[in-house]
């Protein structure tokens, strides 16, 4: 058993980036990126507001991971995921009867879930469910 | 820089599992290769610098490495040596680094070496290693919390290359069995036997759409070359190797920056400024040595360096195009499919492999040459954002 550690340096960084999802949005070139930043990674600009991305989205693609990181139960199924606010976000499925559940192109929304454990403590963040069709 | 340079010996070791080595052995022994090669001899205090590819320091436990662990292998602590990491393409950048050395005017020869010990820790261990790099912990993306992993960041364009351009997982299979069938030529390479189509579908998945024989080896391993001033070529070797361009492109270092997950244009921008350097199209190269640490991986290499239209390699893989004796061999070596990807070691062992070829040193394996030029070429890192590519010809 891991002796927890006090603190985690990580929930520092994660609040408001994971939790409220504020990413940046680039005036001049409108490159959407998360978590927050202060230079544009794509065109240089210091022009950038906050931007506050969509929790749902479209599957851009996938995987399934049959040898993942430690403190994982393979399979796992990252995604990336092109959000409705415009932006990108890599996460990984959660609640999937199977793996072949997921497409390119099928409907997502986050939820917020376990992600992994920082030293004993848990950490939390958001996964992509499936989004039953119309 | 383009012909300023020449280089008059390349050394490796055999890369395997080579648990009977250390770092300062492989290192050694890679050099004395390389010294050896040099066919008119060379003193070895003719060295003025060197730069030590080590990608992993402590990662994976071979302790942090620096300059001074390279000088001290070799016993040369007169010259000024420095360590260079930079992503899979760690070895392909060393090299170019010893070249700016040379063409900076600064020093006549230099040494370019890279070594990587991947495994003395168990496969998970080394590949959980090599796939997230420093970032797993530090990141401020959930992303890097969960880990990513070379093999899953692959995958994750394998699946775009199969939605967007048509791609099956038999066209990942066939650079396999294409690979795997020139290592059984080179007796550097770690896995020196055949794979079927089926074989390849039939192992294990390890990140779908990617089997266990989608992707290279770890493997331990060491490589080396000696450059120097290209007019004082000759008096080392009656077959200098000429450097015609040598690049590194960059892009963003997390993939969900990037818009297209079927191009990596850190291989784009690296291949587009060698060969504005050299002088020289695509179509004016003989064979080249590409980094296939994944089997999507070459396919996506080979039309992102510009030797085939995006979404055509693979039928032209199918045609044989790209076999040994096809009409533009890629990986005549074996590649990292047949020799693992050790990661500092892998670009200088490519280097070596082209060496040799443009020498018509390389027996079994050799290819043919038309124009008597080579290629290498490497790509990786966090997102597969930093490429390099290096030309080399027989003429100057
Ligand atoms: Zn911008």
Redesign the interface.
Known sequence: MTQPAPASP?YW??NP??FRLIGIKCNDCG?I???RTKIC??CGSLNLEEYKLAKKGTV???????????N?EPP?T?V?VDLESG??????MTETAT?EDVK?NSKVEMVLRK??T?RGLN?Y??KFRLVEED | MRGKVAVIGVGMIKFGELFDKSLETMVQEAYLNCLNNVDKGIDPKEIKAAWFGQWSGGFIGQGAQSGQSLASFIGNRDIPVTRLENGCPTGGDTFRHACLGVASGLYDVVLALGAEKMRDKPSAESLGGAGSGGGAETGSHPAWMMGQGGPAIQALHATRQMYELGYTMEDFARVAVKNHHNGTFCPYAHYQFEVTIERVLGSYVVCWPLHLFDCCPQTDGAAAAIVCRADLAKKYTDKPVYVLGSNVGTDHSQLWDRNSLVEQLSSVKAARGAFEMAGIKPKDVDFGELHDCFTNTELMNIEDVGFARKGEAARMLKDGEFDMHGRLPINPSGGLKSHGHPIAATGLGQIFEVVTQLREEADKRQVKLKKGIGVQHNVGGPAFGVSVFNILSRSQ
């Open positions: 990580v960084r994660f980036e994971v490159h990126s998360y978590p990674h794509e851009h693609t996938y995987c399934v991971n049959w040898a993942p990181p430690p994982f796992i990252p990336i932006g990108r976000y890599q996460g990984l793996p390119v992600l992994t920082d950490v963040g958001y």
